[in-house]
């Protein structure tokens, strides 16, 4: 079993910066791949950055490509999500999540384990 929380998530300017946190229990999270997604209203949640359970192997979508960087912390249990050059666009409750299968790291259903999400909201 693992517990996730996100926090860092606020209201930025276009072309600011933020860090999110996703802290997680569980002396396992190590042998854990995780990701982080995003939900804006009215839309599906999409995938944005995973890592896999050394960190060796990263995912990013398309979209936030040399923008936002995920990275991991095993002793601290700890993911990150690096964004910069923010957009409007990138406005959405960001999930943090974990799971077992680096096959599936770009999809939800991929994951058994999510948190509450923590809101980004960029303005123009």
């Known amino acids: 079993q693992v517990h996730l929380v996100e926090s860092g998530g606020e209201l930025v300017q276009a072309g600011g910066s933020l860090r999110l946190s996703c802290a997680a229990s569980g002396r396992t999270f190590g042998i854990f791949v995780t990701g982080w997604f995003r939900q804006a209203p009215g839309k599906e949640r999409e995938f944005v950055a995973a890592t896999s359970s050394s960190g060796v192997s990263i995912y990013y979508a398309d979209s936030v490509k040399g923008r936002f960087t995920i990275s991991r912390d095993n002793d601290k249990n700890t993911v990150y999500l690096q964004m910069i050059s923010l957009k409007p666009d990138d406005t959405a409750v960001y999930y943090c999540?974990?799971?077992?299968?680096?096959?599936?790291?770009?999809?939800?259903?991929?994951?058994?384990?999510w948190g509450q999400g923590t809101q980004v909201t960029v303005s123009s």
């Open positions: 999540a974990a799971g077992r299968a680096l096959t599936y790291a770009t999809y939800a259903a991929g994951y058994n384990y």
